[in-house]
Nanobody, 127 residues
Framework: EVQLVESGGGSVQAGGSLRLSCEYPGSTYSLYYMGWVRQAPGKEREGVTAIGLGRTFYADSVKGRFTISQDKAKNTMYLEMKSLKPEDTAMYYC??????????????????????WGQGTQVTVSS
């Protein structure tokens, strides 16, 4: 069973920062798109950001505040979040084995179909 292990969530005040990490089991995952998707209580899941093939993608709501990156030597993907807002409060899921296109999750102006998901890490931003 594929395991994506997220960490780094927590509670911060508005304006604060957090860095999420997602460890993945093998280097082949970096051959596909990977990303972060969030879901707040009572809301639809929302694509946040994705990375792959030398490109990065961001939702308009996080552009300029969030940065996605990968350390392929460590098989780890990161999400650096700055200037956090209460509306960023959600469960954040790491997603992997992603393909661009189709009717999947919208991130920016592209859609992604992710086949592997982590368990999620909670981010709570208080005002």
């Amino acid at each position: 069973e594929v395991q994506l292990v997220e960490s780094g969530g927590g509670s911060v005040q508005a304006g604060g920062s957090l860095r999420l990490s997602c460890e993945y089991p093998g280097s082949t995952y970096s051959l596909y798109y990977m990303g972060w998707v969030r879901q707040a209580p009572g809301k639809e899941r929302e694509g946040v950001t994705a990375i792959g093939l030398g490109r990065t993608f961001y939702a308009d709501s996080v552009k300029g505040r969030f940065t996605i990156s990968q350390d392929k030597a460590k098989n780890t993907m990161y999400l650096e979040m700055k200037s956090l807002k209460p509306e960023d409060t959600a469960m954040y899921y790491c997603a992997a084995e992603g393909f661009i296109g189709g009717s999947g999750i919208l991130i920016g102006s592209d859609t992604f179909d992710f086949r592997v998901w982590g368990q999620g890490t909670q981010v709570t931003v208080s005002s």
